[in-house]
């Protein structure tokens, strides 16, 4: 069954804490991505990762990083929380071609008081 | 930079009439991906069409797209509206070189009784 799985769901960070989330897909997908989603905004790329510890910048990269140490499994880390970093977060994969659809987890909504 | 313009930010259509979402798109590649993406009410979005060939149209679940290339389009169209329809709609382009993909900002789709 091709999934991606995104853990946790919901979360609740005061702002200056660190949040760690956490993304998992059992394709073998090479590509995995970071995306968040604000109202009018659509769907804003993070970070990209083409494979085990090859990872790039994508369109908003500021105030976070990530990690990729295993091919199914990809983190989004938030060092020292900020409020307007409050959004749904979409995790995402792909097979390594430009052609290919991604698949998207379910989201995390985040919200940093 | 490649770049999706998606022009109304909400549609709304009764039940059983057609309806036509609009994309466009800027880019500099000869051969590129397109997608439209389908995100229902607190789920996660999920690809709908897909096409990279110029002038061939592309169907699924009722809705169609044809890439033009002369017109840098890739609008999405149904005949016949249902109420099961009312989601957020993306499109979307895949750069080759980098795996990428830019999405537009999404329109809304509201089907009414």
């Known amino acids: 069954d091709m999934k991606v799985t995104q853990m946790p769901r919901y979360l609740i960070k005061r702002m200056g804490e660190n949040v760690l989330l956490e993304c998992g897909q059992d394709?073998?997908?090479?590509?995995m991505y970071w995306y968040r989603q604000d109202p009018g905004l659509g769907l804003q790329l993070i970070y990209i990762?083409?494979?085990?510890?090859?990872?790039s910048e994508g369109d908003i990269p500021k105030g976070y990083r990530v990690s990729r140490k295993k091919r199914e499994h990809f983190s989004l880390i938030l060092d020292s929380a900020k409020t307007n970093q409050t959004s749904v977060y979409f995790c995402?994969?792909?097979?390594?071609?430009?052609?290919?659809?991604?698949?998207f987890g379910p989201g995390t909504r985040l919200t940093v008081l | 930079g490649d770049s999706v313009t998606q022009t109304e930010g909400l549609v709304t259509v009764t039940e059983g009439l057609p309806v036509k979402l609009n994309c466009t798109y800027q880019?500099?590649?000869?051969?590129?991906?397109f997608f439209w993406y389908v995100q229902y009410l607190n789920e996660a979005p999920q690809v709908l069409l897909k096409?990279?060939?110029?002038?061939k149209r592309t169907e699924h679940q009722g809705f169609h797209a044809t890439l033009h290339k002369s017109s840098s389009s890739f609008h999405l169209q149904k005949s016949s509206a249902q109420l099961s329809d009312s989601a957020l709609y993306y499109c979307?382009?895949?750069?080759?070189?980098?795996?990428?993909?830019?999405f537009g900002t999404g329109t809304r789709l509201q089907v009414l009784p």
């Open positions: 995402a994969s792909s097979f390594g071609r430009s052609y290919a659809e991604q698949f």
């Open positions: 394709m073998s997908h090479e590509t």
């Open positions: 990762s083409y494979d085990v510890d090859s990872n």
């Open positions: 880019t500099t590649y000869l051969t590129i991906a």
């Open positions: 096409s990279s060939t110029d002038n």
């Open positions: 979307a382009l895949s750069d080759p070189n980098t795996n990428k993909v830019v």
